[in-house]
Structure formats: C-alpha cells, structure tokens
C-alpha cells in the first residue's frame, strides 16, 4: 500500500477490509482498522 498506508497490509473479507502491519521481529500482526471497504481508508 502506499501513502499514509505505507508498510500496511490489507485483506478483503466479504464487504470488510482489515488494514494490518506485521512485526516480523517479534512474530506480531497489529491490526490498525476494520471497516466496511468504502469507509477504511478515509
């Protein structure tokens, strides 16, 4: 992802999306938002 979502993930599930970022050091997934696929990345 690019812009202030640099460094993101995301996943689609069904109308949802999970914006995510992974710590690889430490084995950790953080998840930063869940929302309906319109409204996230506003």
Do not use: A, C, E, P
Not at 4 to 26: A, C, E, M, T, V
Not at 31 to 39: A, L, Q, Y
């Amino acid at each position: 992802m690019s812009g202030q979502w640099s460094g993101y993930h995301r996943i689609r599930l069904g109308d949802k999306r999970i914006i995510f970022w992974l710590d690889q050091q430490n084995r950790t997934v953080y998840v930063d938002h869940i929302g309906s696929r319109g409204d996230v990345y506003t």
